[in-house]
């Protein structure tokens, strides 16, 4: 079976930047990675991007132009970089194929 483990959170100040890091094994790239999150008050977790197959990522609208997502097939692993942080991307951050198989997340806090 598939797995997958986020890793990479923190602390970091509004404006600053992070880079997120998906270990995964078995992964079947037909499906695709998707990165979503968790924030706080919320229980479903949103999507914040995804990188297909052919290596082409999109993104929810709240992302803005800030993140990118990239993938080193050598080492199987997915980021997703980060710039420009602000308070409301705090949460914690999961990477997923199909929002059924998930890691146990890394927690991003934004915070001054």
């Known amino acids: 079976q598939a797995q997958y483990a986020e890793s990479g959170g923190g602390l970091v100040q509004p404006g600053g930047s992070l880079r997120l890091s998906c270990m995964y094994s078995?992964?079947?790239?037909?499906?695709?990675m998707g990165w979503y999150r968790q924030t706080p008050g919320h229980i479903a977790r949103e999507l914040v991007g995804?990188?297909?197959?052919?290596?082409?990522?999109h993104f929810a609208a709240f992302v803005k132009g800030r993140f990118s997502i990239s993938r080193d097939d050598a080492k199987n692993i997915v980021y997703l970089q980060m710039n420009n942080l602000q308070p409301e991307d705090t949460g914690v951050y999961y990477c997923?194929?199909?929002?059924?198989?998930w890691g146990q997340g890394t927690r991003v806090t934004v915070s001054s």
């Open positions: 995804i990188i297909t197959r052919g290596n082409s990522s």
């Open positions: 997923s194929p199909d929002r059924i198989l």
């Open positions: 078995g992964h079947d790239w037909a499906s695709g």
